[in-house]
């Protein structure tokens, strides 16, 4: 039944969010990489008993364990994993990402201080950061070269209407060769 294996597998992603959230140590948190490979084959084989239910009280001891001994180190990942997080955000969004002194700046402009930004930058993929709104140069249509401004002639809008449905698969065709096997399954011989 499909409603067992969905269950099996909501209960597989909740106890691996679980055990992600709290042994999220990194790979700059070991002196070598070989440690931090044996860590994440003892959280896997963790995860897995865990999973398929194979000494799971002793498991649970060792979680418990686990986190009196590392509660803060658990803490600061998260913190520093959320603050990872909003600056990807805030990237994606293209807002520049703002540190404690950007929000100190702001606050004291706020408060009535004479601070004001003179601009927004927004990295780029060099990693140097670039003015945002100003002038410059445009990048060009993925189309090519030429641009159309939005309108085609009608060689091309024929084109179009003929190569677009194909472009999903469609020809007219298979609407016939559906219609025919549906009218035909439909007559009943007795």
């Known amino acids: 039944m499909v409603v067992g ?3 099996s597998h ?25 440690e931090y490979n044996d860590y994440l084959e003892e959280v896997e084989d963790m995860t897995f ?8 009280p002793a498991i649970e001891a060792k979680i418990a364990q686990y986190q009196e001994e590392y509660a803060e180190q658990i803490m600061i990942n998260r ?13 994606s969004k293209g807002q520049p990402v703002q540190n404690d002194t950007d929000v100190a700046l702001n606050q004291g402009s706020q408060a009535g201080f004479g601070t004001s930004m003179q601009g927004q930058y927004a990295p780029t993929i060099s990693g140097q ?3 945002l709104g100003m002038g410059g140069p445009k990048p060009l249509p993925l189309g090519g070269m ?26 007219p065709k298979i609407s016939r060769k559906r219609a025919l096997e549906e009218a035909f399954s439909s ?4």
């Open 10 to 34: 909501n209960r597989e992603i909740s106890i691996r969010r679980r055990i992600t959230s709290i042994f999220n140590k990194r790979e700059d948190d070991f002196p070598s990489l070989r």
């Open 187 to 190: 007559i009943w011989v007795s």
């Open 49 to 56: 008993n865990l999973i398929e239910g194979i000494d799971v």
């Open 146 to 171: 030429h641009d159309t401004h939005g309108y085609d002639d009608e060689e091309m809008m024929q084109l179009r209407a003929e190569r677009g449905p194909r472009a999903g698969g469609w020809s």
């Open 5 to 7: 294996s969905s269950n």
């Open 79 to 91: 913190a520093r994993k959320a603050e990872e997080l909003a600056a990807a955000l805030a990237a």
């Open 129 to 131: 950061p670039r003015p």
